[in-house]
C-alpha cells in the first residue's frame, strides 16, 4: 500500500500515511471528518490496521475522527531491533506520541487483544488523554500472569506465549507455506466464514513485511522477558466488549479486569470468539458508537 487516498471494502474513503513520532515512523489509516472527535483503534496480534475494516467506515460515518495505526513492527510501521523496543512502556509511549503528532489532545481509545493489553496501559498511565475507553477481548496486564498461575486451563490456552519465545523456531513455523499457520489461527479460532480469502491475502502481504513476523513476536517475547510492571487503575468510563467463545482467553479475564475499573461493565457476547469486531461487527458498532458518544 502506498500512501495517500484509499477506499475501504464498505466504500468508506479513507486517507493511509507514516506519522513520525520521535525517531519512530508508525503507520496510520485516517477516516472521518478532521474535527470529529478522535478516536484510536489499536489492533491485536496477527492482524493490523484492516482488523478493523468493520468499524472504521461506521465509525467516520457518526462522526468520529478515526485514527487506526499499525503497531510498531507491524505491516508498514517500522520496526526497531531488540526487545527493549516493544516493551509495553514503549508500546503506550508510541499512542500518546501519535496522538501529539496528529494534534489530538483527549481521545476515545478502543483496543482489542494485544491492541487492549496497550489501551488498558495508555488509559491507567496517561488518564488525563483518555476520554472513554472501549477493550474487546483483551486482559487488563495487572490481570494477565494471576488469572495464568490460578487457572490451570487458562494456562494450557496461553502455551503458544511460551512457544513464541524460542528463538528463531517460531518465525520459521509461522511463514511456513505461505505463513499457513497464521492464517489457521484466525480461521480455526473464528466462527466459519469470518475471514475470507481475500482478508486473508491482506494479511499475508502485511505477514510478509520484511522483518514484520520478528517484531511481532517481540511483543511476546518483550511481555516475559522485560515485564511492565503494575500499570493501575482505569478511572475513566470503560466498556468491556467480550465474546465469550473465545478458545485463548478464557471469561475470567473479563471479570478480573472489570474489577480494576472505578466506572466499567461488561457486555458479554455469547456466541461470539475472540474475533468479536469480525464476527459481530454491527453490535459491535452501535455499542461503540453510543458508548463514545456518551449515551450508553
Sequence with gaps: MTPGPLTLPDGTQATSRRVEIGGLALHVLEA?????????????FPEFWFGWRHQIGPLARAGYRVIAPDGRGYNLSDKPKGLDAYRLVCLTRDVV???????????????????????WSVAARHP?????????????????????????????????????QLPGLPERMLAADTYAALARALTGSSRPGTFGADDL????????????????????RALVRR??????????????LWGRRDSAL???????????????RIRW???????????????VNAALVAFLGGSD
Design 32 to 44: 472521518g471528518p478532521a474535527d470529529g472527535p478522535p478516536v484510536v483503534l489499536l489492533h491485536g
Design 97 to 119: 506520541a501519535l496522538a501529539d503528532a496528529l494534534g489530538v489532545g483527549r481521545f476515545g481509545l478502543v483496543g482489542h487483544d494485544w491492541g487492549g493489553i496497550v489501551a
Design 128 to 164: 488525563d488523554r483518555v476520554e472513554r475507553l472501549a477493550i474487546l477481548n483483551a486482559p487488563h496486564p495487572d490481570t494477565t500472569w494471576r488469572v495464568i498461575r490460578q487457572d490451570p486451563i487458562q494456562l494450557l490456552r496461553s502455551y503458544y506465549v511460551a512457544l513464541f
Design 201 to 220: 491475502a491482506r494479511y499475508r502481504e502485511a505477514w510478509g513485511q520484511p522483518g514484520a513476523l520478528t517484531a511481532m513476536l517481540a511483543w511476546y
Design 227 to 240: 515485564p511492565a510492571g503494575r500499570v493501575g487503575r482505569i478511572t475513566m468510563p470503560a466498556l468491556i
Design 250 to 264: 478464557g471469561s475470567t479475564f473479563a471479570s478480573e479486569s472489570l474489577a480494576l475499573c472505578d466506572q466499567g
Design 269 to 283: 457476547l455469547d456466541e461470539a470468539t475472540h474475533w468479536v469486531q469480525h464476527e459481530e461487527a454491527e453490535r
